[in-house]
């Protein structure tokens, strides 16, 4: 996908490939974008190396996504599929694009994950909000760093990570179910391709379910899971959503 014009946000999500905003936290996105939030997708690889779908149709494919979710902005930095490393050159690159959208809230995948993209998102992006603020950085615009990293834990495959918190996403779930649905060349198709298991196939189903689960968590009919590294500031503790009991 093209870049689109630099606008600034108020809500950032960088994913490693077209699909895993609308998977991992389309729903949070979706609400954030009903209520009057600037919000945008970072992908940062085109997804060329998936077993399903060409990099054009995966572009096309993600903006009618992003449409769905009433995002407006979603640019993709062509960096390699399979390939995310810990360089200084995809940090300073990242940290550029956060720069010019100058997001407050950047949501990233979990720092753990079966998929090693992921894993790497998630420290290049952490890594990327830090330097995007040091004035000394010789990187196009002015310094910025976001306010809070919120990190997305719908896709913890590894093991059960107890969320932070859970957003309700029961209004705005049909929106996040259009959007995977835009993304029909990843989730058609065998389980296993020439003897690799494809966990793809299913998936939109699954994770359906895990919404559910996260929902009852807290008392709403579907809800998606975030951890923060920091612990939450509370002013007045009569004042908290839920029940103990």
């Known amino acids: 996908m093209k870049r689109a014009r630099t606008t600034t946000v108020d809500l950032l999500a960088i994913m490693a490939h077209p699909d895993d905003a609308e998977l991992s936290c389309g729903g949070t996105l979706a609400g954030a974008a009903r209520r009057g939030a600037r919000v945008a ?37 062509g960096l390699p599929d399979s390939a995310l490393e810990l360089t200084l050159e995809y940090k300073h690159e990242i940290a550029a694009r956060i720069r010019a959208l100058r997001p407050r809230v950047v949501l990233l995948p979990y720092w753990e994950g079966r998929h090693p993209d992921h894993v790497a998102t998630s420290h290049l992006g952490y890594q990327a909000c830090y330097l995007a603020g040091l004035k000394s950085l010789k990187l196009p615009g002015a310094p910025h760093r976001p306010q809070k990293i919120l990190y997305a834990v719908l896709f913890d ?8 918190f859970v957003v309700d996403i029961s209004a705005d779930y049909a929106r996040r179910a259009r959007a995977i649905a835009c993304n029909g060349s990843q989730f058609r198709g065998p389980r296993r391709q020439r003897g690799i298991h494809i966990p793809l196939t299913g998936l ?36 908290l959503p839920g029940r103990s009991l």
């Open 41 to 77: 997708i970072l992908d940062l690889t085109r997804g060329e190396m998936g077993t399903r779908g060409t990099p054009e149709a995966r572009a096309r494919e993600a903006a009618r996504a992003a449409r769905a979710l009433g995002i407006r902005h979603r640019e993709n930095l």
């Open 157 to 164: 495959e590894a093991k059960q990570v107890r969320p932070t």
């Open 204 to 239: 939109p189903e699954r994770l359906a379910a895990i919404c559910r689960y996260y929902g009852s968590l807290v008392g709403v009919r579907y809800g998606e899971p975030f951890v923060t590294r920091e612990v939450a500031l509370v002013e007045d503790a009569l004042r």
